[in-house]
Structures are given as structure tokens and as C-alpha cells.
């Protein structure tokens, strides 16, 4: 495969937009990873957009036509990706392909969701459409339930304890508030995660990430264009797919399809865990940070509520995870946060994070489709 | 980029397929598509999956890792694509990339759609996010109404009349009466066509394609495993973007993104129109086939009405166009559409359509997204 590279990167205000459409966040996003890529427009020669359901969100399909129309690049292809949550990651991996098969060199990826349009009520059913309709949604599953099962597990499996699952949010809280890209850049207490009420035992309100509108792009580019750049390297592009009811996997306190992807990508790499300097993983629910420094081999299978109970997971920590605030303190704009996670990771290999990982060389985004269904793993490299 | 050839195409009965899930829909495409080409599923390494509101229309996204998993696929990569109606070749056009970049060497690339469970207003509606929600929706416009526009256009500067316009639809059902898996396989009278009830002046009902459930899938190889199988060729896969909204459009008597596409497709295929034997076109309205067979060069602009009167795109034409009955007759599950249109090109060059142009080296697929703000061109050729 041809040497790819991330070469800038785009991140509108994460938040309750209510002044911006859609439109407009994928427009801005866009138009900042451009600006961040020092490339014109012009050099633009393919779009991907991850979006996972601007039709029930804001009734508008289509997205990646209408995001290319608005900067300006058509008439370039333009594709919209999807595969729940991880769509983000989905438009990205395309774009590396695209770039890889030798038909583009400079190609776009971005990733953009407006969900607060929508009633609360409204959203929690648009986003069940990540799990399976006739067996999950139908029998009154959401999101929150479908995680809590998960974490039950496991704490039934491991001894995860909520305390565990609260800190993970309290050091992504701490992490995001130095980002001021984020929705909720303020720190929150462990008493304050414990005592906020229940969603869906044993997730409680601050166990979740928001509903989220926002956008965030990346530039990938062929060797010969990013080396004139500022370029952190496509060291591998995985992705793995899995039932999408729960009840139909092999086991539930694991995500299968991140299991293999990491695998596959550190092979790709070759590289070990060992060898990342800082990652971005998909704690929609806390739970699922837990399931992902597992998943992506920053410690034993079970020993993952241990580990961010140590620490580890924090800036200074052995792994340094969700340092610009993860889903939880940033958003979840859910087609964008694949794209946002990428981003934050080319930050940090090229010096210009908000919460700086000092000589990061080498960094892991793990992006979660649905319940587990799909699983993005990508790892880049710095310019070394 | 390396040799790249479908070698295998499923499809389902077209039609209001009300004892079938969307995930049956797919399943059975694709275990088609597997049968036909005479691999083993374990030899598929990703999947992509073309569907423009699946979450919309059956509440479900998420729809290619689900397809993965019927299909006994996980864990492969699997991901969804869309691009309006164009979604089904934009699935195609991924899977040929991820051949074309070395990173996989067989891939599926499905589509499917399952609109009847909605109400028509329902369905017009969720169509209608292929339209510029703000600018067009918003207004009451409609895809009838997007196309009727035009198609006054199209008269009033070309001379276009209504008799042409319902002679598309009158050569697609001749061809679509062969066609078993068609929707509507039966022949219509001009005299029918003309004095069907009025949906957007100038455009009856019988210039309309239908709603309609369905799915179909090709099976994409690399050259060292095609040559074993039953192969055509790709020669070209080319995409292209025009705004969302038609009033911002350069002109409404051509569909520039088709336009660009074909010229681009012709470019990468060596070829021009003339070395064309077969075509398959996005005749959602009479009027796009006419719009169509301008855009691929078939006739100047202008003349695709006297084109279609004068039975160039019959079988026996000159120019062979939707043999097998077009999304008039075969109908128009959206996303499953540009699967079919390019499996029926496959057909043809492997000997083997329902309606079979003698001789067929060469086909063409133009499949169109919403008005025209994505079009996607791709070109087959047999194994001489």
C-alpha cells in the first residue's frame, strides 16, 4: 500500500448548536481542516462524509453531495458512510482506500451529526436504529440498557465495580477541561458521577455521553503530498464487524469485532500495545472505555476498571486515553466523533494537542458502531 | 490500478415484498450473488452494503454489519453507504477501491431497500431527503415535482414532447416483460401511459417509477482470482457531484454530474459512446432516460426525445438501454438499484440477460442520485 498521512484537521464547537444547521457544522469543519491542512480547496479530490442518521435526525440524506456543494468542491465524488457510530471511522478508512487504490491522492473525510433538533425521546429511538430493530428495539432496548447489560457483565464476570465506571469519567471530565472544542469542558467529581441518577443500572446520567451536534474533518493524502506537509502517518486502518443484537455474540464483556480489529491493526503496524504513546477509545458509556483498554491490549481481559482506577488512563498515566475529554466531556455527535478522534490523535503527533502527551510518536483511535457491531481501529504515526 | 472484474450478481424478486424483512431482503442477494459467482462466503474480506434510508423507511441503520452477520460474514469490515438513489453503485464504487488498493481481494458490494412498510406520503416524504431539505423540502417540493421542473425545461428549450416522454416507459416494459424478477413484468400501451393520472405536469403516473422492495448484490475480484471465474471487467468507475438543490444548478436540461462522470468514465475506459453494445440508466422518471442517454453521449443534447421515439435504445437499437426493463418495470428499491442496474450489465456481457443484446462487449451504468447531485458511471467489459 502507498504511504498515507493525516495532513490537517477541522473541529467545530461541540455543543447544543441551535444556531447552525447541518449544513453549516459540516461546511466549518471542513473548511477548518483546509485551512489546518494549509492545502486549497481546489486540491480537494474526493469527499467522504460519516454521518449515521442525518435523515431521522434532520431529514436530510444525501449529506455528502450537499457538504461538498457548500465548500465548494463538487463536482468531486462525494460519499456518505455509515455504520452506526463508527461512521466517522468508516469515511476515513474510504478515504485512506481511496488514496491507496492510486485514484486520488487528496481526498477529505469528515464526519458531521446535528441531533438536538430532536426531542430527547426522539433521538434515544434515532440512535436504537445502531441496534437490531426486530430483536432489540422492539422488545424496549435502548442504548443506555444495551451497555448496562455489558457492564453487569462484567462486573459480574470480573468484579468491575461502579466506582471503576464513574472514574472514567471524572479523568475524561478532567482531561476535556483544557478543550475548548468541547461540550462540557469542566471537571466533575467521582461523588458527583455516583450520586447522579440512574439511566440504566449501573449507568447513571454522568456514565453517558451527551446528544451532541457538531462536525470534524481530516485531510489524507498520498507520501508525496504530505511530505511537504504536516503530515502523521496511516500506520493501519482496520475495521470489524459483528452481530448486531447483542444476544447473538459470543460473549458480552468483550466487543469482539474491536478485539479483532486491534489485532489486525497492530499486525498491520507492526506494532504491540506496547509501542502506543496515546489513544482515543469510545466511551459512549463508561463501560465501554473499560472494554476498550482491554480490547486494544493496555491490560488483561478484566483488569480494565483496574486500570483506569490506577490512573493509567490519564495524561502523566501509562496510556494516556481520551486526553482532550473523550465522548463524555467533548460530545457525541455520532458520525463526527470517528473523525474528531482521528483528529485528536494527529494533535497529538504533531505537537498540538490541548493536553499535550509530551514526544508522542505513536497514537490509537478505536472507533464503537452500535453495541459492538462495528469496530474501527486506526493507528498513526508521527513524523519521525 | 489492478484488474478489477465483477464475478458474480443476486438479486431478489423485485416488488411489495411484504413476507420479507429488509435483512432477509439482503441476505438472500447476497447468497445469490455468492451462488452465481461459486465462491464460498469464507472467501468474501469485506462487504458494502448501498441503502439510502433504511433507518427511515424500516427503522433500521447499522444495515451492513447486520447483512454481514445474516449473511455469515462477520467479522469482516462491513459499511453502509449513500448517496441517495446513487447509494447502490457508491457501494459498488467502494468495493472496486478496496480491490483496487491491494487491501482486500474479493468484496461484495450489496444494495437493498424495503419502502412498502411506509405509507406512499410517508415514503415521498423520506425520499425526499435526497432534496435539499431548507431549500426544497421546505417549499413542498417533491422528486415527482423536481423532475417535472425538469422536464418543462427540457421541452421548452429542446422541443421535448409528452409522447416521448411516455415512449421510455412504453420500450422499458417491452424489455422488463421477460424479466422474472421485475416488479411490473408486463407490456403497457402508449395510449396507457398517456392517459395515466397526472402526478407532476408534465409527468403521469406511468412516467414514474415505483416503490418497491428489493435487494442485489455483485461479488468483486481481483485479477488472479476472476480469470478462474466468470468475469467482465471493469473499465471504469467514475463518480461525480452537483448541488443538493436544483435551482443552484448550472443547468436544469442536463444532469452535469452525469455529464462529467460519463466523460470521465469514457476517459478511463478508453472508450467513447461508440464502443458502447449495452447500457443500463436511472429512469426514475421518463424524462431522466432521456437526460441519460444525452449524458452518456448516446445522441446530442437535445435529441434523447427524438432518440427514444425513434427505438434507438431497444433491444435491436442502436443503443440497447434498460434491457431488462429499466426502474419502470424492474421497479426501484433506491438503494438497491445501481447493484441491479450494474449485475444486469454483467449479464448481458456474460451471455446470460433475460433480454440478451447479441454480441454485447461493453456496458454502461449511469445510476443518479436524487435530481442529479450525484451520478455514478460505470463501465464493464466482456472477457474477449
Known sequence: MRKIAVVGFGQTKFGELWDKSLRDLA????????????????RIEALYVGSMAPGRFA????????????????????????????????????????????????????????MTDLKTSEATTALMGAGDQEWEAGIGLTFPGLYALMARAHMAKYGTTSQQLSTVSV??????????????????????????????DPLRLLDCSPIT????????????????LNPAWV????????????????????????????????????LSAKGIDVAEVHDCFSINEIL?????GFCPAGKGGEFVEANAVAVGGEKPTNTTG?????????????????????????????????????????????????????ILGGNV
Open 59 to 114: 431529514g436530510q440524506e444525501h449529506l455528502a453531495a450537499m457538504a461538498a456543494d457548500q465548500l465548494g468542491l463538487n463536482p468531486i465524488p462525494a460519499t456518505r458512510t455509515e455504520a452506526a457510530c463508527a461512521s466517522g471511522a468508516t469515511a476515513f478508512r474510504e478515504a485512506v482506500n481511496a488514496v491507496a487504490s492510486g485514484k486520488h491522492n487528496i481526498v477529505m473525510a469528515l464526519g458531521a451529526e446535528k
Open 213 to 228: 451536534d457538531g462536525a470534524a474533518a481530516v485531510i489524507v493524502a498520498s507520501e508525496d503530498v504530505a511530505k511537504k
Open 171 to 200: 479523568i475524561n471530565h478532567r482531561h476535556g477541561a483544557k478543550n475548548k472544542k468541547a461540550q462540557y469542558p469542566f471537571e466533575i467529581t467521582l461523588e458527583q458521577v455516583m450520586r447522579s441518577p440512574m439511566v440504566a
Open 27 to 42: 461546511a466549518e469543519a471542513g473548511a477548518l481542516a483546509l485551512k489546518d491542512s494549509t492545502l486549497d480547496a481546489k
Open 292 to 296: 476498550a483498554v482491554e480490547a486494544l
Open 235 to 270: 500506520l493501519s486502518v482496520q475495521q470489524a464487524s459483528d452481530s448486531v443484537a447483542l444476544h447473538d455474540r459470543a460473549s458480552f464483556t468483550e466487543i469482539n469485532a474491536a478485539c479483532v480489529a486491534a489485532k489486525k491493526a497492530y499486525e498491520e503496524a507492526k
Open 326 to 378: 473523550g465522548l463524555k466531556s467533548i460530545g457525541h455527535p455520532v458520525g463526527a466523533t470517528g473523525i474528531r478522534q482521528i483528529g485528536d490523535i494527529y494533535l497529538q503527533l504533531t505537537g498540538r494537542s490541548c493536553n499535550q502527551v509530551k514526544g508522542a510518536k505513536r497514537g490509537i483511535a478505536l472507533n464503537v458502531g452500535g453495541s459492538g457491531a462495528t469496530a474501527n481501529v486506526t
